[in-house]
């Protein structure tokens, strides 16, 4: 049995921004510090920071008043934050600086009074703080797009005062026949400058695409919750391989591998590279294999800077 590793898999800067961010707050404050949602979609990320005292809750009613909070890496609603300053918390956003992107975009969006279209999957966290983030009071409105079939049912009469904005954790393929179907009812919609779809979305998505080719497997360890993990299975299915998507070595199931030679293995944005490391050290003493191409990551030179309170 032949093993591959994608070169760009792993925690991406947003992720490695978010949890440093808790873990420098617990250090300098204390616990308990609360943090609005998961901090990043991973079960094993969140059960560590939980450990050293941060506590998770859905509501910032949850949080008593005058208490610390964080935002997770999805980001939050205009109400969140404001709920945050009537209850007189002491706030640390750990926003992703390319979901803070978009968010700008909408703030922008709804000032001039225009309409905007949200390219996402609803009851995301990151969809609901972006579409919270549109201020109807100018006159416009915020739109869900989900698929093909939700922009068939827009009925706007041009798109002069039209925009989109999308989700930055999304399929390409599947944004871009969305976007190309928008810019062909509506030619004169307004798009962001540059693509909403966060940099590592796509270098995972890529590598991704280029692992399915060589295998005839394909591993993906992250979270049920995490949306890019589940990208990256959904584009390795596509392909025409089989695929799975596992929290951690927990959840394989050893019939995957009959019939298998060739195994790719990626991690999402948000897994911990500790998880592919136990994976490949549990196949190998059940399995044994060989160990394809380069196990290093390739730096994607990136880099988000703490807030200023944290430096």
């Known amino acids: ?23 420098k707050v617990l250090e300098m404050k204390g616990s308990p510090v609360y943090v609005k949602h998961e901090v990043v979609h991973n079960k094993t990320v969140v059960n560590e920071l939980k450990s050293l005292g941060a506590v998770f809750v859905e509501e910032i009613q949850e949080v008593p008043k005058g208490e610390i909070v964080i935002y997770s890496a999805h980001g939050v609603s205009r ?35 225009y309409d905007c279209l949200l390219i996402g999957h609803l009851n995301h966290p990151e969809v609901e703080g972006t579409m919270g983030q549109f201020d109807t009071s100018y006159g416009g409105s915020i739109t ?12 706007f009469d041009d798109g002069k005062n039209l925009a989109y904005v999308t989700q930055t954790t999304l399929s390409v393929d599947d944004t871009q026949e969305i976007t190309d ?60 391989v089989d695929s799975y998507l596992i929290d ?29 490391k136990e ?16 196990h290093e990551i390739i730096d994607e030179g990136i880099a988000f800077r703490l807030p200023k309170g944290l430096r």
Not at 284 to 291: I, R
């Open 1 to 23: 049995m032949n093993i591959r590793l994608a070169e760009t898999r792993g925690f991406c800067a947003g992720v490695d921004r978010a949890i440093e961010i808790v873990k």
């Open 79 to 113: 109400i969140v934050e404001s709920e945050s300053k009537e209850k007189e918390l002491d706030i640390f956003d750990a926003t992703c600086p390319l979901v803070s992107k978009v968010h700008a975009e909408v703030n922008t969006y709804s000032k001039l009074g």
């Open 144 to 155: 869900l797009i989900e698929t093909i079939e939700d922009v068939d049912k827009l009925n």
């Open 181 to 240: 179907l928008l810019v062909s009812t509506y030619p004169d919609i307004t798009g962001p400058k540059k693509d909403d779809i966060c940099y590592a979305t796509q270098n995972r998505q890529d590598a991704v695409k280029q692992l399915a080719l060589e295998s005839d497997l394909v591993l993906v360890i992250g979270s049920i919750n995490s949306s890019n993990s589940n990208r990256l299975r959904e584009i390795a299915e596509r392909s025409g």
């Open 248 to 276: 951690s070595i927990d959840d394989f199931d050893p019939s995957w591998l009959e019939g298998k030679k060739e195994i790719g293995i990626t991690s999402g944005a948000s897994a911990p590279e500790h998880l592919v």
């Open 279 to 294: 994976v490949l050290s549990s196949l190998k003493k059940d399995f044994g294999y060989s160990l394809k191409g380069s």
